[in-house]
């Protein structure tokens, strides 16, 4: 059942974002054949040139909001106004309804990440690039310790860290549906609140598992002072596993709250 739901949002999804990655791809290969071809010179192409510099820059703003907005309105109109009605007489439990619509926005997140990354790609591309590109990362592997680990890390915190944020968005839509009138408001400060004492829970478990800094980042001989690549490779390694491991537990709380709120307490009234 999990999967005729994703499959359900999916393809109501990809109705409104393949048309708008479409044309931000297509954007993106005018302004580097503009710019390839040297047509950003004085006079009328310079202008269009201006102008498709302007409407690439403005698609990127228009994906990024686009995909926040979508996010959110499908959970909140899914599950927590009129069509709630039908998406909870459907025989699946309330966490399946959660999960098809948390790896959704998930995905599309990432598929719109992509889409941006890959037009920049196109209009900044250069030749040996990626030689550039290798020869900076051979060399970043061999002088910086840990540097595989922490690349995995940060790989998957950054997975960790999306799924959160999404999922916090809707633990704090479904805070602010408890209310009686105003959820929208309601919603917002309960955002706000997670934010802050998420923060404060960071905050506290930064001050003690994190290594002493000066001793951590700075090697002193003599009257000199060095970087210490190792310190801040461990320093960063260690930073990352603790913001992993708080994001981990901030994507349980919030899923099981969510879960709670929808299945004992929904009131779509």
Known sequence: MLAKLLKYDFKSMFKMFLPL??????????NRLFTGAGL?????????????????????????????VIIIARFYQGLLKDEGYLMFTIP?????????????ALVISLLSSLVA???????????GMWDVLGRAVEILAREVPNFV????????SFFVGLICS????????????????????FAVLAFIVLNMAWSTVGTVIGLFGYPDLTNSLITITGTDAYLNVEGFSN??????????AINLVRCVV????????????????
């Open 254 to 269: 919030h899923f099981v709250l969510v879960n709670y709120i929808l299945s004992r307490r929904l009131n779509l009234e």
């Open 92 to 104: 699946v439990h309330p966490w399946q309804l959660i999960t098809s619509k948390l790896i959704s």
């Open 21 to 30: 990655w479409g044309v931000l791809l297509v954007v993106s290969a005018v």
């Open 40 to 68: 950003d010179a004085e006079g009328g192409l310079g202008l269009v040139n201006s102008l498709m510099v302007l409407l690439y820059i403005l698609l990127i703003v228009a994906v990024m909001v686009v995909t926040i």
């Open 149 to 156: 680990p922490l690349v995995i890390l940060l790989v998957i």
């Open 166 to 185: 999404i999922s916090q968005v809707y633990a704090a839509m479904a805070l602010g549906h408890l209310a009686s009138s105003h959820r929208v408001g």
């Open 117 to 127: 990354m890959v037009s920049v790609f196109i209009i900044a591309a250069f030749p």
């Open 235 to 244: 320093l960063m390694l260690t930073s990352v596993a603790w913001g992993l």
